[in-house]
Structure formats: structure tokens, C-alpha cells
T-cell receptor
Framework: ETGVTQSPTHLIKTRGQQVTLRCSSQSGHNTVSWYQQALGQGPQFIFQYYREEENGRGNFPPRFSGLQFPNYSSELNVNALELDDSALYLC?????????????FGSGTRLTVV | DAKTTQPTSMDCAEGRAANLPCNHS???????VYWYRQIHSQGPQYIIH???NNETNEMASLIITEDRKSSTLILPHATLRDTAVYYC????????????FGQGTRLTINP
């Protein structure tokens, strides 16, 4: 079975620009979560998508938004980029909404905002 | 979500058992203990989880104390590839399960 794949792996953007990050969930997984990991810190929960609807959100402003598609893949969009948005963005999928059997994480997209 | 406390770093010799402690003294009755690890430049990897009973899988064993206020992750025969940051997470099993990652324990396996 394939794991979680994220694209691109690295990205450099200018402050004020917009960015879209993509995630393909593991085969058979219907729930996708996004996390932000700043350098030297643990990942922080951004939001979760289930059945194409946002199903929970962490402490992130509205300029962080997302989508989930019928094939369960997902996008993370960030508008009006700030320097502090520089981080590793991780996508994680789970078999169901509870995540009881654990989440499968991708290797992430490293975003640098200059 | 309950908070967890883990040592910042630990060392272990290759081939020996690595025992990683986690304190979660404020855990509630329906919260599970999960362990993930993150190898450098990769996303976190699920290891194991439990509620009350001890658990074992192909990767590790999880020992939870009877009062559930602490737990220990055991890697029975550590290899160099087990060098990683290990996160102990306490969470409810519910919709929109949010994993709250702390600083974790940086485990270094020495040859």
C-alpha cells in the first residue's frame, strides 16, 4: 500500500504571496489532518478534513484554509504569507475519523518565506 | 488534552533495550496514550498506543502504570535506525482527533 505523499517537497515564497500544498492520503484512508512544524518544535495541529468538510481546527488564522477532494486527497492553502509561516507542513491520514489506529504522516513540504 | 512530560534526551547502546518514560499525571479515564517518533527529515511515525493494558507490537512495547499516570515505551533491541525524537501523546478517541505534540525525547542510539 502506498503511504502519504506530499508535494512539493520544498518551496520558497515571498512575504504576502499565496501558496498551495498538496497531499495524497494513504490508500483506504478517508481522513486528512494538516500540521505545521517550526524548526526545533513539535508539530502543531492546523485542521482536519473528513468527507470533504473541515472537522476541527487548531489555533491558526483564517488565512490558513484547506480542501478535501472526493478521492480523499487534500490541499492546504495559505494566503498573505508571513515570515513566521516558514516551517515544515505535514499531512497525515487515518483510516477513519477517530484515528484510533494511528495516523500515517507524509514527509512534509518545507516552506520558506522570504 | 492532558499534558505529558518527557526527558529532553536519552542515550542507549545499540542492541540494548531503550526505555523511554512519559509522565501524564492529569490523564482522564477515557484518554489514550500514543507514541510517535520522528526520524530526522521525515514525518512522525506511529509506534503504538494503549488505554489501560500493556501493549506490544512488532516495533515496541508500551507499559502503562496501574494508576495510568505514567507510561514507558520499550524498544527491546535498539538499532542505530531507532535514533529519533520520540513523542508521548495523550488524547481522546473522537472526531477531529488532534495530536498535541510536546518537545519529545531525543533518543540517540550509540554503536
Amino acid at each position: 500500500e502506498t503511504g502519504v505523499t506530499q508535494s512539493p517537497t520544498h518551496l520558497i515564497k515571498t512575504r504576502g504571496q499565496q501558496v498551495t500544498l498538496r497531499c495524497s492520503s494513504q490508500s483506504g484512508h478517508n481522513t486528512v489532518s494538516w500540521y505545521q512544524q517550526a524548526l526545533g518544535q513539535g508539530p502543531q495541529f492546523i485542521f482536519q478534513y473528513y468527507r470533504e468538510e473541515e472537522n476541527g481546527r487548531g489555533n491558526f488564522p483564517p488565512r490558513f484554509s484547506g480542501l478535501q477532494f472526493p478521492n480523499y486527497s487534500s490541499e492546504l492553502n495559505v494566503n498573505a504569507l508571513e515570515l513566521d509561516d516558514s516551517a515544515l507542513y505535514l499531512c497525515a491520514s487515518s483510516l477513519d475519523i477517530t484515528g484510533v489506529n494511528g495516523y500515517t504522516f507524509g514527509s512534509g513540504t518545507r516552506l520558506t518565506v522570504v | 488534552d492532558a499534558k505529558t512530560t518527557q526527558p529532553t534526551s536519552m542515550d542507549c547502546a545499540e542492541g540494548r533495550a531503550a526505555n523511554l518514560p512519559c509522565n501524564h499525571s492529569t490523564i482522564s479515564g477515557n484518554e489514550y496514550v500514543y507514541w510517535y517518533r520522528q526520524i530526522h527529515s521525515q514525518g512522525p511515525q506511529y509506534i503504538i498506543h494503549g488505554l489501560k493494558n500493556n501493549e506490544t507490537n512488532e516495533m515496541a512495547s508500551l507499559i502503562i502504570t496501574e494508576d495510568r499516570k505514567s507510561s514507558t515505551l520499550i524498544l527491546p533491541h535498539a538499532t542505530l535506525r531507532d535514533t529519533a525524537v520520540y513523542y508521548c501523546i495523550v488524547t481522546l478517541i473522537q472526531g477531529a482527533q488532534k495530536l498535541v505534540f510536546g518537545q519529545g525525547t531525543r533518543l540517540t542510539i550509540n554503536p
